[in-house]
């Protein structure tokens, strides 16, 4: 008897075409995890409770900054996004990611999710860097970096060219390895989840990072923003310990302890 989820994905299967699950089923699910993560964190701004978790309490942002920034990336998101997004339909086709049934194996599936974070943190990494150089910064990245005190929203605010390079870093791993559509849509929510909750301002007693040796996290990120340069590695940590870009970062946390 086919599990729940293989009955539910042969339904969508016989609802749509090739290009909508590659194009429409992958811009919604980038929204709903996306703008969903960052909900959560409104929800913790509402929490008076929960503010003591905050990483820079004493540098929030306005409320207009913050309007500023969701609509800027609403905007974003519809004239860029998802034009990115209609471009992986050939790409995927062209190395061959099938979306059939039956469904790829839980190992499978995570297995694909771990090359994809693992090459797309690569991949972040020295474009980071490079846009941290005098003339990418002050033509670029300046622009993600006007929120010195990041909240989750402000995760995809940046100049259309560093957003560009995001997708790409991002399509990196589906591009090499080819995956099956189902195992694309669980990275692209995770990545979204990642990426917004890195930028949250948030460290709470349940973060990933806490738990998750070599994982970055909101703090790690947050350091970044606040001192511009340093840990530019999007996901772990493992790249600025290598080349020694976190050292400014590991001076500060052992006088903090």
């Not at 790829?104 to 474009?127: I, Q, R």
């Not at 979204?192 to 994982?215: A, D, I, K, R």
Request: include cysteine; hydrophobic fraction near 50%; aromatic fraction near 14%.
């Amino acid at each position: 008897m086919a599990s729940p989820l293989t009955s539910a994905w042969a339904a969508y299967l016989a609802a749509t075409t090739p290009f909508f699950r590659h194009t429409v089923g992958t811009f919604v699910i980038h929204e709903v995890f996306y703008w969903g993560t960052y909900l959560a964190f409104v929800l913790a701004d509402a929490v008076p409770a929960l503010h003591r978790y905050r990483l820079q309490p004493d540098a929030q942002a306005p409320a207009a900054v913050k309007a500023r920034c969701l609509r800027s990336v609403a905007t974003t998101h519809a004239l860029l996004v998802a034009p990115i997004i209609l471009a992986t339909h050939p790409l995927l086709q062209a190395v061959g990611a099938g979306d059939g049934v039956p469904l790829p194996s839980a190992l499978e599936v995570g297995s694909h999710v771990a090359l994809c974070f693992l090459l797309e943190d690569f991949c972040f990494y020295w474009g980071h860097r490079a846009l941290h150089t005098r003339a990418l910064y002050a033509a670029v990245h300046a622009v993600h970096h006007e929120h010195a005190a990041p909240f989750g929203a402000a995760a995809e605010y940046a100049h259309p060219a560093e957003v560009l390079f995001l997708g790409t870093s991002t399509i990196v791993g589906p591009a090499l390895l080819g995956p099956h559509l189902l195992t694309l849509y669980v990275y692209l929510a995770l990545r979204c989840m990642q990426t917004v909750e890195c930028h949250s301002g948030y460290e709470f007693p349940w973060s990933l990072n806490v738990w998750v040796p070599w994982y970055g996290g909101a703090e790690y990120h947050d350091w970044h923003h606040k001192t511009y340069f340093g840990n530019y590695a999007s996901t772990f940590t493992w790249w600025d310990a290598v080349y020694g870009t976190d050292a400014a970062y590991r001076a500060e946390a052992a006088k903090r302890k």
